[in-house]
């Protein structure tokens, strides 16, 4: 398995690449943004570890870079940040997971490989019509095309995807999706379903999200 390492620590960077490859991994190093953009390009990687304050392209920049052209690949962030902000920021901009510096080796090791596994291994896309929500990245994808769902639009496709053309109330939705204790009502169910139902023609889905009148929703396939 191919990782690509983009931190500007030359010492820290040394030390990933000679750690990852005593785990049997080919690791690339690149040392500013714009590089690990060009390289990321490739698309050999299965796994990108940025860091986050990068000369030329911040690893935030990197990362959105990285999502706006393909779904698959893995993303772990380096921050020497803890703030809460900038994780949220970090996984707004695509990251899988974050670490905080000063990690351990065992830490990182134990983030690399549960990354990893993760690939493959489980289902990690979800079809219907000829469209697939990626399970790792959040990305809905049709073809080349893909955008990425924020959390709850994410639920709520999964959900229906899940249900296969099956129809699900708008109660069991906000069941599933906001939960029990949730204040959120129906109408939340119909702004988010309205939500993705722009998501799904901006990429040229043939998957409709079809409403029934007090009953609910399903997907149905009919025209992009
Ligand atoms: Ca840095």
């Given at each position: 398995m191919k990782i690509l390492v983009v931190e500007d620590e030359r010492r820290l960077a040394g030390t990933l690449r000679v750690l990852l490859e005593s785990r049997g991994f080919e690791v690339d190093v690149v040392f500013d943004g714009e590089a690990g953009a060009d390289y990321a390009a490739l698309d050999i990687y299965d796994l990108l570890i940025l860091d986050v304050m990068l000369p030329k392209l911040d690893g935030f920049q990197?990362?959105?870079?990285?999502?706006?052209?393909?779904?698959?690949?893995?993303?772990?962030?380096?921050?020497?940040?803890?703030?809460?902000?900038?994780?949220?920021?970090?996984?707004?901009?695509?990251?899988?997971?974050?670490?905080?510096?000063?990690?351990?080796?065992?830490?990182?090791?134990?983030?690399?490989?549960?990354?990893?596994?993760?690939?493959?291994?489980?289902?990690?896309?979800?079809?219907?019509?000829?469209?697939?929500?990626?399970?790792?990245?959040?990305?809905?994808?049709?073809?080349?095309?893909?955008?990425?769902?924020?959390?709850?639009?994410?639920?709520?496709?999964?959900?229906?995807?899940?249900?296969?053309?099956?129809?699900?109330?708008?109660?069991?939705?906000?069941?599933?999706?906001?939960?029990?204790?949730?204040n959120a009502t129906e109408n939340h169910v119909e702004v988010y379903v309205g939500f993705l139902r722009k998501k799904l023609a901006a990429i040229g889905s043939n998957v409709r999200i079809e409403a029934i009148r007090r009953l609910g929703y399903h997907l149905e396939v009919g025209e992009p």
């Open positions: 990197l990362a959105q870079a990285v999502r706006a052209r393909h779904c698959g690949v893995k993303i772990l962030m380096l921050t020497a940040k803890s703030d809460v902000t900038d994780r949220i920021a970090g996984l707004n901009a695509g990251a899988d997971y974050y670490l905080t510096k000063p990690f351990d080796t065992g830490e990182l090791l134990a983030c690399v490989n549960a990354l990893l596994r993760r690939q493959g291994d489980q289902v990690d896309a979800l079809t219907f019509g000829n469209t697939a929500l990626d399970l790792s990245t959040g990305m809905l994808c049709r073809g080349e095309e893909h955008i990425r769902l924020s959390a709850r639009e994410f639920d709520v496709m999964r959900f229906l995807m899940q249900s296969g053309g099956r129809n699900r109330s708008k109660e069991a939705l906000l069941t599933k999706v906001w939960g029990y204790d949730s």
